[in-house]
Nanobody, 116 residues
Framework: LRAAAGVGGGLVQPGGSLRLSCAAS????????MGWYRQAPGKQRELVAL????????NYTASVKGRFTISRDNAKNTVYLQMNSLKPEDTAVYYC?????????WGKGTLVTVSS
């Protein structure tokens, strides 16, 4: 399985919203837990949210709970991240990959910048 580049990033003011999407290739996509990761400048990459293959179970890191929502469309091999009430500390490059253990392949991330 390979995740394509995430799309949907950009510059947004604090309190704003963005929706990221990421398409994956590979026949096993529909049976794999997927996640969104982010890497802020000078920090390690972290898992932000994950969603199981059927979409019934999701999990979020504490800092985004209640603000971010992960979803997936298995018919389109695509995983989404709806980000609301964005904060400056959400600024990072966002990636999708398998979760909770990422594959070795990291697609091109999408930059999210939250700034006034």
């Amino acid at each position: 399985l390979r995740a394509a580049a995430g799309v949907g990033g950009g510059l947004v003011q604090p309190g704003g919203s963005l929706r990221l999407s990421c398409a994956a290739s590979g026949s096993i996509y529909s049976i794999i837990t997927m996640g969104w990761y982010r890497q802020a400048p000078g920090k390690q990459r972290e898992l932000v949210a994950l969603i199981t293959n059927g979409g019934h179970t999701t999990n979020y890191t504490a800092s985004v709970k209640g603000r971010f929502t992960i979803s997936r469309d298995n018919a389109k091999n695509t995983v989404y991240l709806q980000m609301n009430s964005l904060k400056p500390e959400d600024t990072a490059v966002y990636y999708c990959n398998t979760a909770p253990t990422p594959s070795d392949y990291w697609g091109k991330g999408t930059l999210v910048t939250v700034s006034s």
